[in-house]
């Protein structure tokens, strides 16, 4: 994927960024709970196309540099 033009993605329905998923070849909104699919290097931004992300997807979040709290995980 061009990272300018990952740049330039939003998710179609909250406008929010989205998120690559390499693994999965996706794009995921985390708002909205939905992960779109990247056929041939072309994003699918269609809501009809989507996958619903479950729960524990939904949940998981990577936290950033800096986000990492050594000690505060209980
Ligand atoms: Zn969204």
């Known amino acids: 994927m061009d990272k300018e033009l990952l740049a330039m993605l939003v998710c179609p329905l909250c406008q929010g960024k989205l998120k690559y998923d390499r693994q999965r070849g996706e794009l995921k909104c985390h708002f909205d ?12 931004m269609l809501e009809e196309e989507a996958r619903v992300m ?21």
């Open 54 to 74: 479950d729960v524990d997807e939904k949940l998981h979040k990577r936290a950033g540099p800096g986000d990492a709290q050594p000690g505060a995980a209980s």
């Open 33 to 44: 709970g939905l992960a779109y699919p990247i056929r041939d290097d072309i994003p699918v």
